[in-house]
């Protein structure tokens, strides 16, 4: 029997730390997910969340995304990594004093990249976990590269990665923007949220995006849509929404309408 396709849900690094203080964990919005996720009883979910302020400015001291140039960068690499697992730690607390019965897969143990795409991906363990009914949650990383000795993963490669390999039925993306805009919202008063949108308009709108400001070693939002795009392609709807709201996660997750943006194929 073939297994039910899955649904990949994205917490932003925004939404669980505070990106403002490095270090700084929103436990609040961690616990409000989880009960979230726990309501909405979803089978077949996979789970992937960012780094914030825990992985990006360790990555960003140390180059990391770059490339292994350094000896001084290995130590970088080690408290990328571990600043990521304690942070993933947090998250897991609060799945598993739930119920929720999760497991975390460490990206690093299990992924090599080439040249900063995915190259290899030992799934076995995660297709198993799975097939038991149990949901497995990975993370932005910091893993090795066979080209540039090691590099940063971010989340949102691997939400695209993964929702294609397990053909997912389809993405929710938790922010902490209403959804997609044509503008940057926190800045410009004036930007405009997507309400839906195809591939020929994300593409158009693509070239319009403005780059954010936070310290971001994955990108900012230009970013999210250029990885998320092989998935769309691939036929997989993509819903971004505000995880900082109320109920938005447990809504997207029930297939409830919800303010946010929808991408899909046509």
């Avoid at 080209?147 to 389809?170: C, E, M």
């Avoid at 929710?172 to 949108?197: E, Q, R, S």
Wanted: net charge neutral.
């Amino acid at each position: 029997m073939s297994q039910p396709r899955p649904t990949v849900l994205k917490i932003g690094g925004s939404v669980i730390t505070d990106k403002s203080k490095e270090l700084g964990v929103q436990m609040e919005a961690i616990s409000r997910i989880a009960d979230e996720i726990l309501e909405a009883n979803t089978k077949n979910l996979i789970i992937v969340h960012g780094g914030g302020s825990f992985g990006h400015p360790v990555a960003q001291r140390h180059a990391i995304k770059e490339g292994f140039k350094d000896e001084s960068q290995i130590i970088g690499f080690a408290e990328t990594h571990h600043v990521m697992t304690v942070l993933n730690g947090l998250f897991m607390d609060a799945l598993i004093w739930r119920g929720i019965p999760a497991i975390s897969i460490t990206p690093s143990s299990c992924i090599m990249t080439q040249n900063g795409r995915i190259a290899c991906f030992e799934d076995v363990p995660l297709k198993q976990l799975m097939k038991m009914g149990f949901i497995p949650v990975l993370y932005g990383d910091a893993v090795f590269d066979t080209k540039l000795g090691f590099t940063i993963l971010s989340g949102d490669q691997l939400v695209a990665f993964l929702a294609t390999r397990f053909n997912a039925k389809n993405i929710v993306i938790g922010v902490d923007v209403n959804g997609l805009y044509d503008a940057d919202p926190k800045t410009d008063a004036k930007a405009k949220m997507f309400n839906h949108l195809t591939l020929a308009e994300l593409r158009k709108v693509q070239e319009h995006l403005g780059r954010s400001n936070a310290c971001d070693v994955t990108g900012g939002m230009a970013n999210k849509i250029a990885e998320l795009i092989p998935a769309i392609e691939h036929g997989i709807p993509v819903l971004i929404v505000n995880a900082t709201k109320p109920k938005y996660i447990y809504k997207a997750l029930k297939g409830e309408r919800v303010k946010g943006t929808i991408i899909e194929k046509e």
